[in-house]
């Protein structure tokens, strides 16, 4: 089967996925400080469809990646492995808003995916499998510890909608880690565009 060169396109998906958890996450919290939790479910509930989409495009890419992988190396592994991983957690969040079901256990299951692409970055690093190991270990180690902080912030949201009070109050280590959480996901989304940017060009001119 022939190789298709889909790297550009991958990295381009992570920014659209770090604008849609920092657009959403960002306007549940502004919505929360006005009318309570229900804000949050209005902003949850408005995420589901893109964020579905964007998890089984994910999949169908990581799954075709992972299958038909033809090039000698081992860029499946690094590659494919954790974005996988990725589409699994996206396209389970949406089931889980839309089934009105807790956040919390995709919240753990990131943390540990979190803890895996970190490894992943660090090895392929070591390894040096990229022409720029530093940009990769950068992607790598900021997603990672965004999805390690994904827990906390879903433990957060569930624990504000099991709250019986109408506005219940947020406290302040949610505040903490929905900040750290945001920090770390601006931040690896930017260093994700800036990666697919320098990534067209070459691949253009010179595909694998």
Known sequence: MAFIDDLALMLFILPLVSVLIAYTTVQAFIGFRKSGYEAIKRSLDDSIIPAAI???????????????WTLPGSYN???YDVYLLLGVIILSYSIAVYMGKR???TGIFALFVGLITIYYGVTGYHLGLT??????????????????????VTLALDTLRAQSVKDPPL???M???FILFWIFVIIAGIIGA?????TVPAHLASPP
């Open 103 to 105: 956040l919390q256990t």
């Open 194 to 198: 800036f990666i697919a940017v320098e």
């Open 175 to 177: 505040l903490a880690f």
């Open 131 to 152: 022409k720029e190991p530093l940009a990769l270990l950068a992607l790598y180690v900021t997603y990672g510890i965004a999805g390690i902080l994904g827990y906390p």
């Open 77 to 79: 592994i690094l590659f």
């Open 54 to 68: 964007l998890g089984i495009v994910i999949l169908i890419i990581s799954l075709w990646g992972e299958f038909t």
């Open 171 to 173: 406290k302040g280590w």
